[in-house]
């Protein structure tokens, strides 16, 4: 069975920054993350694609990178966090192209908690 184990999230300061990961049990063609505040809908933060091709959400934009450790793990460094960032951090992968972050992914993860503080 897929698995996608993510990893790095926490408690941080307003301003503080922190690094996701997303450790995959196979290669896919692309890899993402989404995010989910309580009562709030999912919504996409940044994908990456095998040949390195990025698309970002709005919501993080100019405060984030996302970027490949090797073939089956991704990161996502995210910078100056406030309070509007505290979410679930789902990581999701799929093997459809093009792929963009209104796709239908097919393997998602458990998520990791991003709580900041003010």
């Known amino acids: 069975q897929v698995q996608l184990v993510e990893s790095g999230g926490g408690s941080v300061q307003a301003g503080g920054s922190l690094t996701l990961s997303c450790a995959a049990s196979?290669?896919?063609?692309?890899m993402a993350w989404f995010r989910q505040a309580p009562g709030k809908d999912r919504e996409g933060v940044a994908l990456?694609?095998?040949?390195?091709?990025t698309i970002y959400g709005d919501s993080l934009k100019g405060r984030l990178a996302i970027s490949k450790e090797n073939a089956k793990k991704i990161l996502l460094q995210m910078n100056r966090l406030n309070p509007e960032d505290t979410a679930m951090y789902y990581c999701?992968?799929?093997?459809?192209?093009?792929?963009?972050?209104?796709?239908?992914?097919?393997?998602w993860g458990q998520g990791t908690q991003v709580t900041v503080s003010s």
């Open positions: 990456i694609t095998r040949d390195l091709k």
């Open positions: 999701a992968a799929d093997n459809w192209s093009p792929c963009t972050l209104g796709s239908d992914f097919e393997t």
């Open positions: 196979a290669e896919y063609y692309c």
